[in-house]
């Protein structure tokens, strides 16, 4: 199967800083990704729809100041959270399509203090 | 707008025994139907899938499932439960109509606890 790999797998920062998360496809190329939000014991929530070479598409509700994007080439897509703030601190998850199918990185734990 | 619902948020059942988790589903379109499987503080696995065709799929770790279109559903089953299936699961649908790009939704999720 299809393998997505996502790094860091858990960082720390403190209140103010940013933080990028990778996402890369390893052995396929992915023209659109997902940026997803999970909450302690919920499901996913989708943020953002990243496609490659374009403006990525936020869903309702995701400041797209804060979670910026970057899919910059076919097998690597970028979240960067900006100023982040101890509300921000998460389990983000992203996932790559591949032949239809989304095939899902590790997360990434992010705790902002 | 799609949706998908699991009724069960906590299943327990002891090791050997048959599970069933169940999942129904609103898509307007053809759904693509997936099953995933998330171990804690890790990402999705994917279990199965259901695009077309055969309406009972079969997965990776001995799991199937069964669309069934006029129920709207899309369960998933395994004969005999090992002690390392518990996990969190989920079901998701999605599909390409009107240029939603594979996007899914998800259900909240069932907790599977395995007894000895």
């Known amino acids: 199967g299809a393998v997505v790999s996502q790094h860091p797998s858990w960082v720390i920062c403190k209140s103010g800083t940013s933080v990028k998360i990778e996402c890369r496809s390893l052995?396929?190329?992915?023209?659109?990704m997902f940026w997803y939000r999970q909450f302690p014991k919920q499901s996913l929530m989708l943020m953002a729809t990243?496609?490659?070479?374009?403006?990525?598409?936020?869903e309702q509700g995701v400041e797209k100041d804060k979670f910026l994007i970057n899919h910059a080439s076919l097998t690597l897509s970028t979240l960067t959270v900006t100023s982040a703030h101890p509300e921000d601190s998460s389990f983000y998850i992203c996932?790559?399509?591949?032949?239809?199918?989304?095939?899902f990185g590790a997360g990434t734990r992010l705790s902002v203090l | 707008a799609q949706s998908v619902t699991q009724p069960d948020i906590h299943i327990t059942v002891s090791e050997g025994a048959s599970l069933e988790l169940r999942c129904n589903y609103s898509y307007g379109a053809t759904p693509y139907l997936f099953w995933y499987v998330q171990s804690p503080g890790q990402g999705l696995q994917l279990l199965l899938k259901?695009?077309?065709?055969?309406?009972l799929v079969q997965g990776i770790k001995g799991f199937e499932a069964e669309f069934k279109r006029s129920q709207s559903s899309f369960n998933l089953r395994k004969p005999s439960v090992h002690w390392s299936d518990a996990a969190e699961y989920f079901c998701a649908v999605g599909g390409n109509s009107g240029g939603s790009n594979y996007k899914l939704t998800f259900g909240k999720g069932t907790l599977l606890t395995v007894n000895p």
């Open positions: 052995d396929f190329q992915a023209t659109t």
């Open positions: 259901y695009f077309s065709g055969d309406t």
């Open positions: 990243s496609n490659e070479g374009s403006k990525a598409t936020y």
């Open positions: 996932s790559a399509i591949s032949l239809g199918i989304q095939y």
